[in-house]
């Protein structure tokens, strides 16, 4: 025994225990997350029970099975409902019925021995709308121009409504929104020019004139978008709800009309990418509990590469300065341990630095030399994405730091020798010798940046995110990319729909989809990161012998 332990075979078995644990910890949590997030897109069952209330009265509720759970028959003795008290627990199962113009609550708990009857309809319908959330029911017919018409209409009608919301979309976001950004341009450059004391009257017409030809514009696109509008608002879906109340739902709501008792295996497949492509790229709704999270896709990624662009340099040339020119003093070491603590600080402090440094000591400073004409409003003087990628940076230096200086410190003095041996200059060297060698492990510095940054959210709220963006940092019009603009995160959106949203039970899919999609994000830049890295240590790597 003491051989085996002197030979250290315990500790190989109990590092390889330790890494089998971890691992599979891990891969447990990916599933997780992956399982639960993605079952958001495949389409439910619908399910039509016959149940009866408190009050014994026989009632109807259609739709999605979400949760089972069992109680305790005890908490349930107040109700007298008449169940079997020899039973010690009672199971009740959460149904999502939608409806919301007929009831308060998405959901619903029904109790299992009080349902009397359970059956799948197969021409019961989920109604995908744009507000409201789903409407779960039965067709009646539709309304076409205020008359009656066949269902083989539904989906030419629903294609014709996609059409015209996109061109509504393309007038609003690109069109009449360029003008509206060209208006307010106009009206900054003539308050500019009071405030410099050199509006002529020339001036103030020719600005004046073209502003009302953008208003002209404006005129006329407006009347496009209500010309579309009308004819978007002119059909109607009849329905019947569970409780037997007919409603109209105009077409411009309606987003997508499913039958899931009658899809096929295949039929709920297509379904499933069809609404996981439309996660990706389509915008949030209701309070970011349904919908796409594209804005927060585009933030986080965004603000990751500016992020990496700002830290990359910066603890690159801190690294060389440390390890290559500065002398192995007091002072070094000092900064070196300076650099390590700096590591180790809470997130949220650098949000509070950034929030009190950059955005009202920098950005308030810049608003009053280059944009005092927009003050009070301000520019930059307020949270945005550049602020973020900023603070981030700030907080990731540590780690590019200490990467890139273990790597320039691997590197044998003898080839610093050789290549000024030679007449290389010391600049030289340093670029054509040791940063090639070295950029392995300056890329498993931005590697591991890149895994912190994309995951923060505490400093972000304080420094540039917020719940819901009206627009994207990068859009049409000059100067193209705004990084004075707020911005919408993964991280963020996992949090406020997580803790903040106003139906929780709805929310709780969606909250894992999003962690599953940040997790997916995040590894895609990694692994880019680690495939350059790899191809360098490949070329590199007969350098170091």
């Not at 919301?165 to 690109?174: G, I, P, R």
């Not at 010309?227 to 569970?242: G, P």
């Not at 349904?290 to 933030?299: D, K, L, R």
């Not at 990161?529 to 012998?545: D, F, G, P, Q, S």
């Amino acid at each position: 025994m003491n051989s085996w332990f002197k030979s250290g075979s315990p500790w190989v078995w109990l590092s390889a225990g330790g890494v089998s644990i971890s691992l599979i910890s891990v891969l447990g949590l990916l599933w997780l997350i992956a399982s639960r997030g993605l079952s958001y897109f495949w389409p439910a069952d619908i399910y039509q029970f016959e149940t009866v209330n408190e009050k014994g009265q026989a009632v109807t509720v259609i739709g999605e099975i979400y949760d089972r759970e069992s109680l305790p028959s005890k908490q349930l003795s107040h109700l007298n409902l008449g169940l079997d008290p020899t039973k010690e627990t009672i199971e009740r199962i959460l149904v999502k019925t939608g409806n919301r113009e007929l009831v308060n609550l998405d959901f619903r708990w029904l109790l299992m021995p009080l349902i009397n009857k359970t059956t799948m309809p197969e021409d019961v319908v989920v109604v995908e709308r744009r507000t409201n959330g789903n409407f779960y029911g039965f067709i009646e017919g539709i309304i076409l121009d205020g008359q009656p018409e066949g269902l083989d209409k539904m989906a030419e009608l629903l294609e014709r409504v996609d059409n015209f919301q996109d061109e509504m979309d393309e007038l609003q976001k690109v069109d009449i929104g360029a003008i509206n950004y060209q208006i307010e341009r106009l009206r900054l450059k003539k308050r500019k020019h009071k405030l410099d004391e050199t509006l002529t009257v020339e001036r103030e017409q020719e600005i004046d004139a073209e502003v009302a030809r953008y208003n002209a514009d404006y005129q006329v696109l407006e009347k496009q978008l209500m010309a579309i509008r009308d004819k978007v608002s002119r059909d109607q879906l009849v329905v019947r709800a569970m409780g037997g109340e007919v409603i109209e739902i105009n077409f411009e709501e309606i987003l997508k009309v499913t039958y899931n008792n009658k899809l096929s295996v295949f039929g709920r497949a297509a379904v499933f990418i069809q609404q996981i492509g439309s996660f990706l790229i389509d915008d949030p709704r209701e309070a970011n509990t349904e919908g796409g999270v594209f804005p927060a896709i585009f933030g986080t990624v965004l603000m990751v590469l500016l992020m990496t662009v700002i830290v990359s340099p910066m603890g690159v040339i801190a690294a060389i300065y440390l390890h290559e020119y500065a002398g192995k003093n007091a002072l070094t070491k000092l900064l070196r341990i300076a650099v390590i603590n700096l590591a180790g600080v809470p997130s949220i402090v650098y949000g509070v630095f950034g929030l009190g440094f950059f955005v009202y000591m920098v950005g308030g400073s810049l608003d009053q030399l280059f944009y005092a004409e927009t003050l009070p409003s301000p520019t930059f003087g307020t949270p945005g994405v550049m602020w973020s990628a900023i603070t981030l940076a700030i907080l990731t230096l540590p780690v590019v730091i200490v990467s890139t200086e273990e790597g320039l410190s691997r590197i044998p003095s003898a080839m610093r020798h050789g290549s000024l041996a030679l007449g290389a200059t010391k600049a030289e060297t340093l670029w054509r010798i040791i940063l090639p060698i070295a950029s392995p492990a300056i890329m498993t510095g931005i590697i591991l940046a890149i895994a912190r940054a994309a995951g923060e959210v505490a400093p972000l709220m304080l420094v540039g995110v917020v719940k819901m963006a009206p627009n994207l940092p990068l859009d049409g019009n000059f100067p193209y990319l705004h990084l004075d603009r707020k911005f919408m995160h993964l991280g963020f959106h996992i949090y406020d729909v997580g803790f903040q949203s106003p139906n929780v039970e709805a929310a709780r899919p969606l909250v894992f989809a999003t962690a599953f999609l940040l997790v997916t994000i995040i590894v895609s830049l990694n692994m880019t990161a680690v495939t350059i890295r790899n191809r360098l240590r490949e070329k590199y790597r007969m350098l170091e012998h």
